[in-house]
């Protein structure tokens, strides 16, 4: 395949996505300390498998990763468990809002997948089994060495999910009530919320999920895998059929790639065996996802051709 000039492409990208700034969309307003983020910004970063980097517009300035996090705490707990996380947790897409409490009932308190915010809960439920009280601190820690640098919590942002987050709590205890949840609610949701208030770059990002184009080796130390090549495959494809809550399929016709989004405004998104790429804009469409990074992940797919399909 040729060689893509990508800053060439990145900069086209935020020419084009600038203008639109403020345009449309909202930021999570139910989240306190999501609401007060200026809207109009935009980044966008990636990393190619042999290390070439490239970004524009506010790809350096940090911001709450939520549901991208989720990423992470699937591949630890994958790492550790195998196929038997599988048992609390589908594989299917839910085609209802990532925090709704419907299908819960019907389906015995077993989240659709881990991607979902009950799914997410499961995964920190089997994480706390797994690590103890160590387990934000394990959490963080792979986040640190996937992105080659130090990254933190947001306490403001932790507190504040804490402060509101009645539904999370409503979906944790009815899957405890279910028998689905080991360890206490307050303490699962502990996890779950500090996880989703890591802030982050794009260019961190970018580096961070570098793992999932490499068939699961880790982005910064070739001789040691995070996840086999199937583990790693299997995290893409439920990326590319629930990474983006119930607008997957969008993603799917308008993208074709691996995405995984989050309601603080970044995507990001994978071509196995290419790059990763990191896109950021906090203001979301009707389904949470970002309004102005999904456009622009559109624009990067039309560029390069760069598509799973």
Known sequence: MPSLDFQRVLDEINAEIRPQLGAGGSVASYIPALARVPPAQFGIALRTID????CAGDAL???SIQSISKLVTLSLARQRMGDGLWQRIGREPSGSPFNSLVQLETEQGKPRNPFINAGAIAVADRLLTLFGAAAKADVLAMMC?????AVAFDSEVAASEAGSGYRNFALANFMKSFGKLDNAVEAVLDLYFHQCSIAMSCVQLARAAGYLCRDGVHPWAPD???LTERQTRRINSLMLTCGTYDAA???AFRIGLPCKSGVGGGIVAVVPDRLTLAVWSPALDATGNSLLGMKALELFVAKTGLSVF
């Open 51 to 54: 290390d070439q980097e490239a």
């Open 61 to 63: 300035t940090p911001f």
């Open 145 to 149: 060495t996937l992105a080659g640098e």
């Open 224 to 226: 040691v895998s995070l």
């Open 249 to 251: 399929g969008e993603f």
